[in-house]
């Protein structure tokens, strides 16, 4: 076209000065392509294999295609449809009291604290956000120790008034009270934290009509502050509950799944969909299964976090000051 070709250096300057903001994505964009999609890809591409090591070692045996098979089995097949909607029960009561007792249990402590006749709210706060400043494992790890039921300290004391010990981590029904009530422990201070500054956030003149008005503490809080914390930190809410129901640590560190049910499939009373597929595919080498677990695990997450996501007042921008 008859145009000088640009010189090396004003190529590099074209890159790394006009085109800055692409050149920086590229290295990134390179890596969440290789360690990120490619991975989900093939995971999404077991779940239509039968590729489980019992079955396939290659080259001896290779591994075939088989449809939709694998998710047919898994809800039809009685071995493993009865663990799968066993689980899956579990999974969905444990997220959502999880989330129920950790966003509620904050609020009220963030109302305890900020009331005015409370003193030294300094001292309060840094007491309760203790559990949160510890590292989650060795948190876990302490109350798994804490709740056993030979040695533990809290069957121990049991005994020294004269009452029997609990079976925390060994009957079906008191582990899974005991990994609700350590998740307590761990997420009401993250909670708390969140409410605390949305608290902050609200106009003093809202009260100071509803004083006028004559309302009490109870409509105060029910008409004023329960909808502006819900406004500012519904988002927050539906990612709590989308994390509780991958909530590994709290269950693999302090139950490991267990107690064991005897007619469930390589899980534990327990056990969520996701410490299920970690066993499946560490202990048993079950990758097909475990890769179907994996996709069902995201549409549930996906789906809810998508619905609930798009109805709260805070994705539709609305005013709450009216």
């Known amino acids: 076209m008859g145009e000088q070709p640009n010189t090396f250096k004003q190529t590099l300057n074209y890159i790394f000065e006009i085109k800055f903001a692409q050149s920086f994505l590229t290295l990134p964009a390179f890596g969440i392509l290789f360690f990120t999609i490619m991975p989900i890809i093939f995971m999404v591409m077991l779940a239509f294999t039968n590729y489980s090591a ?33 689980v899956l029960t579990w999974t969905i009561i444990w997220a959502v009291l999880a989330t129920v007792t950790t966003y509620f249990g904050g609020v009220l402590v963030a109302l305890l604290i900020q009331q005015k006749g409370i003193r030294f709210k300094g001292v309060w706060r840094v007491i309760l956000i203790i559990p949160y400043a510890i590292p989650q494992l060795i948190s876990l790890l302490v109350m798994r120790n ?11 004391y049991f005994r020294y008034f004269g009452l029997e ?11 899974k009270v005991t990994v ?25 003149d809202l009260y100071e009509a ?8 109870f409509q105060k809080f029910k008409i004023i502050t329960l909808p502006m914390i819900l406004f500012s ?11 509780n129901i991958n909530n590994f ?33 560490l202990d048993q080498q079950r990758y097909n299964m475990a890769s179907a677990i994996g996709i069902i695990i995201f549409l549930i997450i996906a789906s809810f976090s998508i619905y609930n996501y798009r109805r709260t007042r805070s994705f539709k921008e609305e005013d709450m000051i009216q």
């Open 54 to 86: 019992p079955n396939n070692l290659p080259p001896a045996k290779l591994v075939d295609w088989v449809g939709f098979q694998t998710f047919t089995s898994l809800v039809a097949l009685k071995s493993w449809s009865h663990t799968f909607f066993g």
């Open 146 to 156: 804490m709740f056993n039921g030979q040695f533990g300290p809290i069957n121990q």
């Open 165 to 175: 010990g609990l079976p925390w981590l060994t009957d079906p029904f008191w582990a």
């Open 180 to 204: 609700i009530v350590v998740n307590m422990w761990v997420g009401i201070p993250v909670s708390m934290l969140l409410v605390m500054s949305v608290l902050t956030t609200i106009p003093k």
């Open 210 to 217: 509803a004083d006028v008005d004559g309302a009490s503490g």
């Open 233 to 243: 930190t519904a988002p927050v809410l539906i990612t709590q509950f989308a994390g």
């Open 249 to 281: 640590n709290a269950i693999f560190l302090l139950t490991n799944g267990n107690p064991v049910v005897g007619d469930y499939q390589y899980a534990g009373a327990t056990d969520l969909l996701v410490t299920w597929l970690y066993k499946l595919t």
